[in-house]
DNA sequence: AGCACGCCGACT
DNA sequence: GTCGGCGTGCTC
């Protein structure tokens, strides 16, 4: 009787299970988990990941195929990553081979070596001393400073990302300072003991600061700490201060920020700071980059990793601390494929390499919120302002009966005049791009719709056309109603480019600067719209969402949000939390240092509890009632959210496969104890990108009854007839629903 | 998701 | 006749 090693392997496909495929002899003893492995697949060969080695088939050893090679002779993927994908696909419901898949570089999936790129590094010559430069050439001089740090070399792309240009090479190089020679190591790399962390000295904390600095480093093992406090209290620098310790005892630091936080000046906040190196982690890199930054992630040679949602996965060899910035910001949850949250999977990372968590936010999810008040993290507040700046002054402004000029009310158009007046900026929010939200027919009614969903098409006049934000259909501006034929089309409310028009003819001699998606699109014009913003003159910025994360005005005296109802009678109960956070959010963009700062918002519902508990009692307040609410409506984070999507090309579809795998389960078998089941019902939109869509809600009092359930749902849609006729798919815990 | 296999319409 | 349309089924 022979016996055949046996291995078990992931395999990036769409499919729930794992593979199992014997080893061929000259690889007996050598798999390992985390290795990539390249296996026969269908018709084609592929790139695996080792699961386990020595394990029983279900499948005799004539059904399986043979393993053909090992790609790594170290598991690419450490322990701990390992650990974290193949937890984060059962918990979320995606395929391990996937999920793993997602955890590697690009390169590595392609099968690349895990070496980084032939390089050529660069090093001082054996007689070059800073004294052999002027002390003028400040540059110069700071390059070489790095090269006579590094002896062993630093790489030209290293030297670039430092900031230096190749022209400063080639200086120091004419005077025979630099030499370079061919290599392909690490581009990077600092001598332990030896190194120097700062840059900059480090500012003096006030107590408040001082406490949560150590509160977070003490103990230094795993535990959370959520630190709330307002823009401009200073959060930024107790974390840099705790990145500080951690490099002096000689670990790496991991800071997660949210998609649009992750600017150059973000960057340079760090890289002013700290002589480390400093890896940015964001989709601006080619596959090379990003490959480079992993392995010196790993290796240890990158002490601060910046990225956004993915960068969880990213390995580090002496893990110190995790950061996350803005951590109530949605961004940080996948909203398609692996739908992960990055903050939450931070938890559990942070407890499995025992390490300090650090969660900052001026406005903290009711999730983290929750599990402060429950005792789960630490909670500390910074609540006093830098610099004694006192904090803005909310009020409503009440805009019932009011005609509105392009969603502003008089009385907001005379508070802008006067701040403008004063010499100071104003910043209006207006969470709604292009011009006008519908184009309706003044004689039928008629309005322009979108025929793939279920949506009104937007007007935008620069450049001029219609288009679909839901499915990106884009179509010229209609001439005629296409009901009534009528010529009278008139755009229908305000988006921030009727509302830039309506103030350029209020106020003819003052800049009036759009910022959302659509005027930032162009390489540079955000970045010089924020020179010119930054110049202190006078001027009105209206813009989305984008005004309100990551740059700070300091001349802006007046902040006005022109829809504060926008999520108040939403359909989605997280409509609230989101307005709220929002308002605070571009709230805090207004009065910094000595100017004192006013906030307006318009709306319709100036006695709204909720809204008033805002304005007058503050964020903690507020989200403390609507933790109550949550609480009595058993809603999250109290009880727990899955969401079963489907959609398909006919309608109904989507809700009749829906229907029959709830009926199956609720026919033959027992279901787990504690779930409530609604649905299926069609979407909030029901037509999408011109398919149908319907969902099903599961509520659990407890994740582990819910998981029992959703498990039960994989493998009924596993035998159910219609699966190949819907796209369908998990959502555990979603932040919405539609 | 890929990819092959297979069974009908319309093109050289 | 055969090229290709995409429905169906399978991947250890
Ligand atoms: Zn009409
Ligand atoms: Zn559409």
Excluded at 215 to 228: D, K, M, Q
Excluded at 616 to 645: D, M, N
Excluded at 659 to 664: G, H, M, N, V, Y
Aim: proline content about 6%; glycine content about 6%; charged content about 20%.
């Amino acid at each position: 009787m022979v016996f055949y090693v046996i291995l078990r392997v992931a395999i990036p496909s769409p499919l729930h299970k794992l593979f199992d495929y014997l080893c061929p002899v000259e690889l007996e003893g050598l798999a390992k988990p985390g290795m990539r492995i390249k296996v026969p697949f269908g018709s084609r060969e592929i790139i695996g990941i080792v699961i386990d080695t020595d394990v029983h088939s279900d499948y005799s050893s004539k059904q399986l195929k043979t393993a053909l090679m090992l790609l790594d002779a170290d598991p690419v993927l450490d322990a701990t990553q390992f650990w974290l994908a193949r937890w984060a696909a059962h918990y979320y419901f995606y395929p391990e081979g996937e999920a793993l898949q997602q955890a590697l570089p690009v390169l590595l999936r392609k099968g690349q070596e895990p070496t980084f790129a032939h390089a050529t590094l660069w090093r001082a010559t054996a007689h070059a001393t800073l004294s052999s430069l002027a002390t003028s050439a400040k540059r110069q001089r700071e390059l070489l400073e790095l090269l006579l740090r590094n002896p062993q070399g630093v790489s030209t792309e290293a030297i670039k990302i430092e900031g230096f240009s190749t022209p400063l090479l080639k200086a120091l190089a004419d005077k025979h300072l630099a030499e370079s020679f061919a290599s392909h190591p690490r581009p990077y790399q600092f001598a332990t003991g030896s190194e120097t962390i700062l840059k900059e000295a480090p500012l003096t904390l006030n107590e408040e600061q001082a406490s949560a600095l150590y509160s977070l480093l003490n103990p230094s093992h795993f535990h959370t700490l959520l630190l709330e406090g307002i823009t401009g209290s200073g959060k930024t620098e107790v974390y840099l201060q705790a990145i500080e310790a951690i490099l002096k005892v000689g670990k790496q630091a991991l800071i997660l920020v949210p998609e649009i936080g992750l600017t150059p000046q973000t960057l340079s906040r760090f890289k002013a700071r700290f002589q480390v190196p400093v890896m940015a982690l964001h989709s601006g890199l080619t596959d090379r980059q990003r490959l480079d930054a992993w392995l010196m992630a790993r290796d240890g040679s990158a002490r601060i990793l910046i990225g956004t949602r993915s960068a969880i996965f990213t390995p580090m060899k002496n893990p110190g601390i995790i950061i996350v910035d803005e951590e109530h910001d949605p961004s940080f949850k996948q909203q398609e494929g692996f739908r992960y949250h990055a903050r939450d999977l931070a938890v559990l990372r942070a407890k499995k390499e025992d390490i300090p968590l650090l969660l900052t936010t001026a406005t903290p999810s009711l999730e983290s919120l929750h599990n402060a008040l429950d005792g789960r993290y630490q909670h500390l507040h910074l609540r006093q302002r830098a610099g004694n700046a006192s904090a803005p002054k909310f009020k409503f402004l009440d805009i019932r009966g009011e005609a509105l000029q392009a969603g502003m009310a008089p009385e907001l158009i005379h508070h802008i005049r006067q701040h403008l007046s004063a010499q100071t900026q104003v910043l209006i929010f207006l969470n709604r791009r292009g011009f006008s939200p519908s184009l309706i027919c003044h004689d039928c009614g008629a309005v322009n719709e979108c025929t793939r969903c279920d949506a009104r098409m937007t007007l935008h006049r620069s450049p001029a056309h219609m288009h679909c934000h839901h499915c990106d259909r884009q179509t010229p501006i209609p001439k005629r109603c296409h009901q009534c034929h009528s010529e009278d089309l008139r755009p229908s409310g305000a988006g921030t480019e009727r509302t830039e028009e309506q103030l350029k003819s209020l106020f003819p001699n003052i800049p009036v600067l759009r910022i959302d998606r659509d005027s930032t699109s162009r390489k540079h014009a955000l970045e010089n719209m924020m020179k010119q913003i930054h110049t202190g003159q006078p001027c009105i910025m209206i813009g989305t969402q984008m005004l309100a994360k990551g740059h700070h005005f300091p001349r802006v005296t007046l902040v006005a949000v022109l829809d504060a109802d926008a999520g108040l009678f939403s359909a989605d109960f997280r409509g609230m939390e989101k307005t709220a956070q929002l308002i605070l959010q571009v709230a805090g963009r207004a009065g910094r240092a000595e100017l004192s700062g006013e906030v307006l918002l318009q709306t319709h519902h100036p006695d709204h509890p909720m809204l008033a508990a805002l304005v007058t009692q503050g964020y903690e307040a507020f989200a403390k009632s609507e933790l109550v609410l949550r609480q009595g409506a058993g809603l999250p984070p109290f009880h727990h959210h899955a969401l079963i999507r489907a959609e398909a090309s006919r309608q109904g579809w989507a809700e009749a496969f829906l229907r029959s795998i709830r009926e199956a389960i609720e026919t033959h078998l027992s279901l787990p104890p504690g779930n409530h089941w609604s649905g299926p019902f069609p979407s909030p939109m029901e037509k999408r990108a011109g398919l149908f869509r319907s969902q099903m809600l599961i509520q659990g009092r407890e994740r582990r009854h819910l998981h029992t359930l959703l498990r039960m749902i994989m493998q009924e849609v596993e035998h159910n007839p219609m699966k190949n006729k819907v796209r369908w798919s998990i959502d555990v815990d979603p932040i919405d629903s539609y």
